[in-house]
T-cell receptor
């Protein structure tokens, strides 16, 4: 069974630029999550999708972050414009069996 | 909301046993997860406890006491590769199963 796929693995941008991350969950997994993990901390949930609908986005900074899952399969997370404090690893996970992707490490300079 | 507390860092010797504790407060309980995360990698699922007691899975065991809001992860016969961060997580209340993570315990295993 293929795991959760994420791309890119690494991204370096300057503050105020835009960036997008992509996630393809495990086939058949209806639930998809995006987490932000700042160095030295546990992952923090940003948004949860059930199929193509948003279930929980209470911790998503909506002034700059957006996410979509138009066809209920893969998803994109966008940051526009990025700030220095957005430097983190962005993890995608799908369930059941809460499998995580390898993550995208974002550095904002 | 959820409040999760676990030690920041622990050290242990190869071949020894280590217990990583986790206390939690949550308005509704939907089980407790333990994940292992090596540096630079994604978390990997270790265990999910929903009932009180000890669940053993090879060298790793996880214990839960719902009345005390307490769990621990027990690692036996430690190996160098067990050096990692161990994350305790409880799902949010209201019927959700989304893991809300603690800060994690960084375990360093030395020879």
């Amino acid at each position: 069974e293929a795991g959760v796929a994420q791309s890119p693995r690494y991204k370096i941008i300057e503050k105020r630029q835009s960036v997008a991350f992509w996630c393809n969950p495990i086939s058949g997994h209806a639930t998809l999550y995006w987490y932000q993990q700042i160095l030295g901390q546990g992952p923090k949930l940003l948004i949860q999708f059930q199929n193509n609908g948003v279930v929980d986005d209470s911790q998503l900074p909506k002034d700059r972050f957006s996410a979509e899952r138009l066809k209920g399969v893969d998803s994109t997370l966008k940051i526009q414009p990025a700030k220095l404090e957005d430097s983190a690893v962005y993890l995608c996970a799908s369930s059941p069996a809460e499998a995580f992707g390898a993550g995208t490490r974002l550095s904002v300079l | 909301g959820q409040n999760i507390d676990q030690p920041t860092e622990m050290t242990a010797t190869e071949g020894a046993i280590v217990q990583i504790n986790c206390t939690y407060q949550t308005s509704g309980f939907n089980g407790l997860f333990w994940y292992q995360q090596h540096a630079g990698e994604a978390p990997t699922f270790l265990s999910y406890n929903v009932l009180d007691g000890l669940e053993e899975k090879g060298r790793f065991s996880s214990f839960l006491s719902r009345s005390k809001g307490y769990s621990y992860l027990l690692l036996k016969e430690l190996q160098m590769k067990d050096s990692a961060s161990y994350l305790c997580a409880v799902p949010a209340s209201g019927g959700s199963y989304i893991p809300t993570f603690g800060r994690g315990t960084s375990l360093i295993v030395h020879p």
